[in-house]
């Protein structure tokens, strides 16, 4: 690593200023896989917290966390922000970058003793890169949690719904953000849910035309449409 890219590195923005960048990056991130973690809950199907479960789930997520990695710049925010910037402006203000102090062409500023050349750009370094990968993992560990805490809570209020409900084959969407499921139940008591209820199909199922087998219109609702198509065709004069 050149020497430039060092200097770089061991700028550090006050203390302050990294809590608020790598917060806010915390936040994010912890938000992006807890949404990913509840998807891939919903994905997965099935009900209540299995081992099997909950393993593909946090696969899922951590392979959603791969759509993150263009955050890596703002890692370094707080240097851009509090330290480069203000420096280049001095710089343009014949001050010193690091006090502001006026250097009048003089090599090292008679204020602070630092060079007063101005400072090199930033550059993408091995830093920023380390302090999302910091970030990340515990930001992983707290969304999976919570997206497992989510789904169990939804679960068990959704038990204490069926109990509630005079319908034996009692049934609702998943909570926010995986509305796109539908837990059931079944008369004998077993619970269930799958993703995109409406599009599931008989995969058996297969239609004893030939000519539609061949126009590949196996599928139950294929056939419904191709049938609803077929009448109205003979309803027209
Ligand atoms: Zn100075």
Redesign the pocket.
Known sequence: MSEAHHEIENLRAPPGANMIAFGALLALSTIFLFTSYCMARALVGGFGAHLGTIAACVLATIAASIFLWWLVPFADFAEIFWLHLPADRRAREN???????P?ESRP???????S?APLPAWTLTARPVRRLACLLFPALLLACGMGEAWCVLDESRFVAECASSRDATYTRSRAFPAGFARMWVREDGTFGSEAWPELGREREWQTSDELRRERGLGWKRDADAADAEEKERGARP
């Open positions: 001050r010193c970058p690091f006090c502001g102090y250097h090292t500023c008679s204020e602070c003793g630092r007063t």
